[in-house]
T-cell receptor, first 117, second 113 residues
């Protein structure tokens, strides 16, 4: 089945550091990838939709200068949390949907646990 | 505003019984609904998809129903096993939003041996 790899799985860093998270679709091309944030015992909150070769679409309330998204190829999207602060600590998950229409399932990476000290 | 509700309280059942999880939505007209399983510290894994014109879908021990009049989906796991313990998320999508999904809060299922 379709595989999405997310890296790193865990990051612990000091406040003010910028952190880059990679999301790769390993066996299919993904024109669209999604980035979510999940707080403990809560659901996935969509942050942005990453579109290959164009600008990402951010959800209301998500700062695009804070969460930089780059989707430079059909198999790779990156999320950079710039100048991270403790309130940015969370579980970040990416997903990719296979092309050819809507109502396709999303394939998720295993998430990145970000802890800002 | 659009709202998707799943029982936030954990569902505890005995091994071998049928687990039934609910997903209710308001102010939404989904074209399809998906169910995912999420284990702690992992990303969600797709289980089943059901479209608005389908009443029921089955896959092995899993069954999903979709009632667009009641605005509700039910997710059943028959002959439940301790390995079925996880959080189950429902997600709704529309035909004009590509693959974008809106997720419910999830229900944690605990199957006791």
């Amino acid at each position: 089945g379709a595989v999405v790899s997310q890296h790193p799985s865990r990051v612990i860093c000091k406040s003010g550091t910028s952190v880059k998270i990679e999301c790769r679709s390993l066996d299919f091309q993904a024109t669209t990838m999604f980035w979510y944030r999940q707080f403990p015992k809560q659901s996935l909150m969509l942050m942005a939709t990453s579109n290959e070769g164009s600008k990402a679409t951010y959800e209301q309330g998500v700062e695009k200068d804070k969460f930089l998204i780059n989707h430079a190829s059909l198999t790779l999207s990156t999320l950079t949390v710039t100048s991270a602060h403790p309130e940015d600590s969370s579980f970040y998950i990416c997903s990719a949907g296979q092309p050819h229409g809507s109502n396709q399932p999303q394939h998720f990476g295993d998430g990145t646990r970000l802890s800002i000290l | 505003s659009q709202k998707i509700e799943q029982n936030s309280e954990a569902l505890n059942i005995q091994e071998g019984k049928t687990a039934t999880l609910t997903c209710n939505y308001t102010n939404y007209s989904p074209a399809y609904l998906q169910w995912y399983r999420q284990d702690p510290g992992r990303g969600p894994v797709f289980l089943l998809l059901i479209r608005e014109n389908e009443k029921e879908k089955r896959k092995e021990r899993l069954k999903v129903t979709f009632d667009t009049t009641l605005k509700q989906s039910l997710f059943h796991i028959t002959a439940s096993q301790p390995a079925d313990s996880a959080t189950y998320l429902c997600a709704l999508g529309t035909n004009n939003a590509g693959n974008m999904l809106t997720f419910g809060g999830g229900t944690r299922l605990m199957v006791k041996p």
